[in-house]
């Protein structure tokens, strides 16, 4: 059977993000539980719910990815500092953590650096870390309030470009205070065309925004996008046939070779545990009523399209 690999995934750490962050997370829950008609106390959820994400050493993680049978992960931190407030630990600190916790795990875990392309000596940073550190590709996250197009993201996909190393980024509709235009799909348009030799893996497959990017992907067919389907936890719950119809629809646009899946660890997993995402996407194959899909299509969206593109990249075990 072929492996389960999580293209997408997050350590998080208290000082490793902005305050505002944390208040955010805060809200949100409050938010929702309102909508279900419960009263929640925010101070309850900032002492006790919060510290269940941070995993600066990774350990949580690794045992999650063992309970829940997940191969591999690609690991990377975010950079929200210039939007948020800076937090207590750099970002160029973070990536160092998480490439010493990929050196430490080499068979599990795959490291890619992050960084918002405006901070001064960005491009040099990166460079480092793909070049002395060998991380295995670059994160960016728009929603910062940045475009993919400007004129600083690109002096730095130019630094991906000559190391020869994949870009994810995210894409599709954001919570306050970060910007969702930024990350608008249709904002990969000028880089895929710019950077035709670069694999990009368009995040969350642009949650409510993703027949923007089907009409992006239907049209930049000789461009290096691929897609990650993580983010959909509750959305699959919830609206499950629209997640299948949005599967479907870029699947046969993107190729099954192309589309990955992902956790957008550990956002989801205490409300969404791994273990029910992956059991949701097993059963695809048994849908009688269209969209359809095949058992060799949902065995390449859990890892088969993985490990073949992290292969490309000498990955992980995945570099044989």
């Known amino acids: 059977m072929p492996p389960i690999i999580d293209i997408h995934s997050h350590l998080w750490a208290e000082d490793w993000l902005p305050e505002t962050f944390w208040d955010a997370f805060v809200d949100i829950a409050v938010r929702q539980n309102e909508k279900r008609g419960k009263t929640v106390d925010p101070e309850r959820i900032r002492e006790s719910y919060l510290p269940t994400y941070w995993d600066p050493t990774g350990e949580k993680l690794l045992t999650r990815m063992e309970?829940?049978?997940i191969d591999h992960q690609v690991v990377f931190g975010v950079d929200f500092g210039l939007a948020l407030g800076e937090p207590e630990t750099p970002v160029q600190e973070v990536n160092e953590i998480i490439r010493d916790f990929r050196n430490d795990n080499p068979d599990r875990i795959s490291a890619f650096a992050t960084i918002d392309p405006r901070r001064e000596g960005a491009a040099d940073h990166i460079d480092?870390?793909?070049g002395e550190w060998e991380m295995d590709g670059l994160k960016l996250h728009p929603t910062a309030g940045f475009y993919l197009h400007d004129e600083e993201t690109y002096e730095v996909l130019d630094v991906v470009r000559e190391h020869g190393k994949p870009v994810l980024t995210d894409t599709g509709p954001v919570f306050a205070p970060l910007y969702s235009k930024y990350s608008h799909p249709t904002n990969l348009d000028e880089v895929l065309s710019d950077f035709q030799d670069l694999d990009f893996i368009a995040a969350h497959m642009s949650f409510g925004w993703w027949r923007d990017l089907h009409a992006i992907a239907d049209n930049k067919v000789n461009s290096g996008l691929h897609v990650?389907?993580?983010?959909?936890?509750?959305?699959?719950k919830h609206h499950p046939e629209e997640f299948a119809k949005a599967l479907r629809w870029l699947m046969d646009d993107v190729g099954s070779d192309r589309m990955f899946f992902g956790t957008d660890d550990p956002a989801f997993d205490p409300v969404h545990p791994k273990e029910e995402w992956i059991e949701t996407l097993r059963e695809l194959p048994e849908r009688e009523v269209e969209p359809t899909f095949t058992t060799e299509e949902i065995e390449q969206l859990l890892g088969?399209?993985?490990?073949?593109?992290?292969?490309k990249y000498d990955s992980g075990p995945y570099s044989q």
């Open 67 to 69: 309970e829940a049978n």
């Open 128 to 130: 480092t870390a793909l």
């Open 228 to 236: 990650d389907i993580s983010g959909w936890q509750a959305e699959v």
């Open 304 to 311: 088969g399209a993985a490990a073949a593109f992290l292969e």
